[in-house]
């Protein structure tokens, strides 16, 4: 047994409370006919514990709320924006700094920019609004996952690497149709899992031989960086600010939501060192989001951002955050709910396929278990599977069927997370009983977000 001083605690105090409405099941059940079964339409008040995403719902330090006060406002070069601009250029190294309001923002722009029908774009795997965003010009989001991804069960310590091969022979076969390719660090559709240094490496290589920009779409760099450190070799005493500057080394640019390791609740970026490139992106950044030294965002934002960066790089605390998702992880898979080995930084993804194979994907598997997770516990959790990534195209399906638990930064304590494995082991006694569902309206694209169910 460990002792006290090997022990992982919360590197940090809680100053401030936020009461939590505690509601009855039968409530949560009138809930969720009221939301048509979709938890992205309850109300926040109505969520016990909240797992929905870890995008912007962290809690922020007090450096970053004093920093907040700092925040000045001029439209126009305020210092607000040049405090931020030094703290980009120092971790990613890029020339050119263009903030946004998030992260699916930075994505629009630079898709704008470079990509027009026809096109291709690979990736390790695109997430929700990167793919939308590309299919919304009329271009191909081309997955390109490693072989160890697809093993759920088997831990493999970088499963969200790229599969090279399949990127050097479409570099080949398709490189007039390739306009950049990206790399997703730490690769959320593919279960939160890390990518190593030496992929993210060869993967800039194959694209520089073919002249073909490299981007990093580098929410949860951080995070990336902590498994660097722990699982690749010559990194081990590496610090973690160090491993991010050498992965933005081989890249030409990058796409950041802010609200993931920029700690902030609102907030993005996107970078280059093209200045041609940055020339048009700056022109539609002012069309739609607003001058460059704000991009859509307050001077306050702008200063969190600043300071929230480095606290993500902070060692102590990417130890603390790891090992509380390995602990949600490990709990439940001793009640046989099976999840991607290893648990990734930033969430736990519970094959729901797997676990509920009484209900075939035309009734969607995932989203039947998001619905009681919350009945049982009032857990609010996403479906990443068919509904997020199928079309309205009934024979439409995605390989796998997961449910996603993100965890807010800095939130929940271990007490909140043993209620929810609790009521995980409770769900999972009673699987055969989980009912399916279908349908009954959705929108064309990113239609998860809107989608109303009913139960088979």
């Known amino acids: 047994m460990n002792s006290a001083s090997d022990r992982i605690i919360e590197p940090f105090r809680i100053k401030v409370v936020e009461p939590i409405r505690m509601t009855t099941f039968q409530e949560r059940e009138e809930i969720l006919k009221n939301a048509g079964y979709n938890l992205f339409q309850v109300h926040s008040d109505d969520v016990l514990i909240d797992f929905l995403t870890d995008s912007g719902t962290g809690a922020m330090s007090a450096e970053q709320w004093s920093a907040i006060m700092r925040g000045d406002e001029s439209y126009a070069g305020s210092p607000s924006y040049f405090r931020f601009e030094k703290a980009v250029r120092d971790i990613f190294g890029f020339v050119h700094v263009i903030p946004t309001h998030q992260g699916r923002a930075a994505e629009r722009i630079l898709v704008a920019t470079l990509v027009k029908p026809g096109d291709i774009i690979p990736n390790n795997t695109h997430f929700d609004t990167t793919r939308a965003n590309i299919e919304a010009a009329g271009a191909k989001a081309l997955d390109l996952p490693c072989a160890e991804s697809k093993e759920f069960s088997t831990p493999h310590p970088f499963k969200g690497n790229m599969d090279l091969e399949a990127l050097e022979k479409v570099l080949k076969e398709n490189k007039d149709q390739i306009p950049l390719a990206m790399m997703t660090v730490t690769n959320n559709g593919g279960g939160g899992q890390p990518v190593s240094m030496a992929n993210i490496r060869t993967a800039s290589n194959l694209c520089r031989a073919a002249g073909i920009p490299f981007y990093i779409d580098a929410c949860r760099f951080a995070e990336n960086a902590f498994f660097i450190r722990h699982r690749e070799e010559g990194y081990a005493e590496t610090p973690l600010i160090d491993i991010a500057r050498e992965i933005f080394s081989y890249s030409d640019g990058c796409t950041m939501s802010a609200k993931k390791d920029g700690m902030a609740n609102i907030g993005g970026f996107l970078c280059s060192n093209d200045s041609n490139v940055a020339k048009q992106e700056e022109e539609l950044l002012v069309l739609t989001e607003g001058f460059p030294t704000y991009g859509g965002l307050a001077g306050r934002d702008l200063e969190a951002i600043a300071v929230g960066l480095y606290e993500a790089l902070d060692y102590r605390y990417q130890e603390y955050r790891a090992s509380s998702t390995s602990y949600l992880g490990e709990q439940i898979t001793e009640a046989d709910v099976p999840i991607i080995l290893p648990p990734g930084g930033h969430a736990i993804y519970i094959d729901a396929k797997n676990m509920l194979p009484h209900i075939p994907q035309s009734e969607y598997p995932g989203q039947a278990l998001v619905i009681e997770l919350y009945r049982t516990g009032g857990i609010r959790s996403v479906e990443i599977g068919s509904v997020m990534f199928g079309t309205a195209d009934p024979e439409t399906y995605s390989d796998s069927e997961l449910v996603r638990l993100a ?29 399916g569902v279908r349908i009954v309206e959705q929108s064309e694209r990113l239609r998860h977000f809107t989608a109303r169910f009913e139960m088979v």
């Open 407 to 435: 965890i807010p930064r800095r939130v929940y304590t271990k007490s909140q997370v043993d209620y929810v494995v609790d009521c995980i082991q409770d769900v999972s006694k009673r699987r055969e009983e989980i009912r």
